[in-house]
């Protein structure tokens, strides 16, 4: 049992349902029920143990809040339950919780590697759990924070797999200390339809971003979007690329494109792009009408010089006129 190991308070965040979250997944304190596989309507699934933790409720947790200290060695409990007729076995295993490059939530597992961080740190009491029918099991599990710790958020995650479907619970610890707030926004481009840029998570906490989105052209503004939410979880250390849709850009002008980003308790930081707008296929046609008519033109001044010249040739010259006067004279 656990019953040895001191405890602290803690700043734990669990939500399940996060293997294979698409972008702006669940967000941290979302309640924790859903389990991924067939749903057979005898699934089992993995929730934060009631009744214990620091934040007890009466319907049951929907994620464990705990902070601790470098050194401090933390635990609570995680319920897995079989509503089936049929026992049902469970692998738990820790895992390491990051952002896919495209913003999403996803965990890798410590299976078989060398954990880097939080996900190292947690330990189940067992990794195999028999649940009779009709029943639920409480697994306790601990987080031992080592010394020298970086205070923050450090994400990690307990997996439950079974028969190819998986559930899993987010774990998020903090341990205690100075945080950082901070994010920026880098490599902003243009292209088509869509503003393609990236968010830096420069902090130690887990931010949820917000994106401005302004643009000035030669004749005035063209686009202005207010800050609002990306219904993201940018996690500490994370780098993600997403793409703001622009339907409705000019057709032909000169524009300088400015994305804002900020988060709570973070300072604002702005980058900007510029592009040009030119509708080529009218271009490609104006250049083809001037061409034709400038092909035209050529044609035609010289079409009239050749005119001009075959007049010139059938005219006499000034000595013919001499001869055919003085012939005319020697007649008379």
């Given amino acids: 049992m656990l019953s040895g190991h001191r405890t602290a308070a803690v700043c734990l965040l669990a939500v399940t349902g996060l293997v294979g979250l698409p972008a702006g997944g669940a967000a941290w304190g979302v309640p924790c029920s859903k389990s991924l596989g067939k749903k057979d309507g005898t699934a089992w699934s993995i929730v934060p143990s009631s009744g214990s933790g620091s934040r007890p409720a009466q319907d049951g947790r929907p994620y464990f809040y705990m902070e601790g200290a470098p050194g401090a060695v933390l635990e609570d409990t995680v319920t897995v339950t079989n509503p089936g007729s049929e026992p049902t076995t469970v692998r738990l295993r820790a895992a390491e919780a990051y952002n896919r490059e495209d913003g999403s939530f996803a965990v890798r597992d410590t299976k078989g590697k060398k954990p880097q961080d939080a996900g190292s740190w947690l330990r189940l009491a067992d990794d195999v ?17 080592p010394d020298g710790a970086m205070p923050g958020d450090h994400p990690a995650a307990i997996v439950a797999e079974n028969g190819g479907r998986k559930a899993g619970v987010r774990v998020h610890l903090r341990v205690s200390g100075p945080t950082l707030s901070a994010v920026t926004v880098e490599d902003v481009t243009i292209e088509d339809d869509l503003i393609t840029y990236s968010l830096v998570n420069r902090g130690n906490t887990v931010l949820e971003p917000k994106l401005a989105v302004h643009a000035e052209g030669l004749f005035g ?3 202005d979007r207010k800050a609002r939410s990306l219904a993201l979880e940018l996690l500490p250390g994370r780098k993600v690329t997403l793409r703001e ?14 994305l804002t980003v900020s988060a709570d308790g973070a300072a604002k930081d702005s980058e900007a792009a510029e592009v040009r707008f030119v509708p080529w296929a009218g271009v ?15 044609f035609a001044v010289r079409r009239r010089r050749a005119v001009e010249e075959f007049k010139s040739e059938l005219q006499p010259h000034d000595g013919q006129r001499e001869l055919v006067s003085a012939g005319t004279g020697d007649k008379q």
Avoid: N
Avoid at 129 to 140: E, F, G, H, K, L
């Fill in 129 to 145: 759990v028999r649940i009779p029918p009709r029943t639920a099991a409480r697994v306790p599990f601990t987080v031992a924070v």
């Fill in 221 to 223: 503004e063209v686009l």
């Fill in 245 to 258: 849709p622009w339907t409705d850009r000019p057709a032909f002008d000169s524009v300088r494109v400015e």
């Fill in 284 to 298: 490609a046609g104006g250049i083809a009408a001037v061409g034709g008519f400038t092909t035209l033109a050529v």
